[in-house]
């Protein structure tokens, strides 16, 4: 699949963003080692906490049908579907990266229009605490 393709369906999955708190739409669509896609949003919460990002719910969904191989990730965010910044995946979201996916991983920053940014996880999460350092 084509970085432009990963990019335009983190936008789709943006659309069902479901925030009544902040306004603040976020897509992101993961792609498996086989080709396949899982996208996802973000869900707020009237308690806020329980706020899970979208790039969490895409890897939660894949992890829990039992996907483990990640190529790399497309992300979007911005003020009711404009996403006229770069938009950078928060440290909580990187954290769940590392667990699957090693510095290699692909992170795709999409805009408005076809400018992107394309990061590997070793750049946006270097000195990362990850099950190796439990052994
Ligand atoms: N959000 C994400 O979906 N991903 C991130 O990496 C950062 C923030 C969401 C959470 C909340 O619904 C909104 O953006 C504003 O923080």
Redesign the pocket.
């Known amino acids: 699949m084509k970085d432009k393709e990963l990019i335009f369906l983190a936008k789709k999955a943006a659309e069902k963003a479901y ?1 009544p708190y ?1 306004g ?1 739409t ?1 897509g992101a669509a993961l792609l498996t080692k086989d080709g396949k896609v899982y996208s996802g949003c ?1 869900i ?1 919460n009237a308690a806020y906490g329980p ?1 899970n ?3 969490r719910t895409a890897f939660f969904k894949a992890v829990s049908e039992g996907e483990r191989d990640f190529e790399a990730i497309a992300v979007v ?1 911005g003020k009711a579907l404009d996403f006229k910044d770069y938009f950078t ?2 440290g909580v ?1 990187r954290q769940v990266m590392a667990e699957f996916c090693d510095e290699s991983f692909r992170v795709l920053i999409g805009k408005n229009g076809e400018d992107y940014l394309s990061l590997t996880l070793g750049e946006i999460l270097p000195y990362t605490f990850s099950s190796e350092k439990l052994k």
């Open positions: 925030v902040s603040y976020v973000n707020e706020t990002c979208a790039e965010g995946p928060c979201c």
